[in-house]
């Protein structure tokens, strides 16, 4: 990245892969299965009416692991980019951890929803949730038993997609840490910076279906790359 020096606005896409160094299970990994399911039976709005008491129970597995887990150097380079950084700066998550909150970032857009969010379907508010929801433990705002995880299924729309398409407009620079570019629509957002003028980077443990989209891709585990790479970001500043 040689002309890095002109950057000021950064757009940072996350995915299951920036965790993957914490111990958090990404979701192609197990040769096609996720965590010993098939997603279209945990992850989808007809498995949850189908079967709802199987995707609260996997869901619960995750929420309660997920808290066992820390996070790793990738997500505390981003927390210091986020503090140091005098740009704007987004951290878009597909990731429904906690991991980037808990290694200090701040400006963090979750699109797919939170792990240790649940949402309740008939007031529509949203509480922070980090016990199990299977034995439907009431609203705390209106009493009724109708939680579910906070967690955009497939073939739900992303959280916040206008936010996001605002800061790709101001983009100088997006760059895609671990993420296997196949999701829709996170993965068509390198195509929308390019269009924008923005620089695109992208740092993933192997090529992925997204890699020719991407100015430079820089190929190693994300524990290395990402701090390597704040590091040069900042020095340029
Ligand atoms: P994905 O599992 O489809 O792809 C992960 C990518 O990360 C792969 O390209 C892989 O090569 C790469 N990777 C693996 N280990 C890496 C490492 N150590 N360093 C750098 N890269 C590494 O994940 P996705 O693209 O995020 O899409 C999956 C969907 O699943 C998302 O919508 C997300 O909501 C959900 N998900 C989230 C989590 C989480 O919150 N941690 C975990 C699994 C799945
Ligand atoms: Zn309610």
Known sequence: MAVMASIRNIVILTGAGISAESGIDTFRGGGGLWEQHRVEDV???????????????????????????????????????????????????QNVDDLHERGGARRVLHMHGEHLNAWCTACDRRHRWTAPLIARPPCPACGSSALRPDIVWFGEMPYRMDEIYGALRGADLFVSIGTSGAVYPAAGLVRNARELGAQTLELNLERSQGSAWFAETRLGPASELVPAWVEEVLGAG
Do not use: C, S
């Open 43 to 93: 992850a989808t709005p007809e498995a949850f009416a189908r079967d709802p008491d199987l995707v609260l129970r996997f869901y619960d597995m995750r929420r309660a692991a997920i808290q066992t887990k820390e996070p790793n150097p990738a997500h505390t380079a981003l927390a210091r980019l986020d503090r140091e950084w005098p740009g704007e700066l987004l951290i878009v998550t």
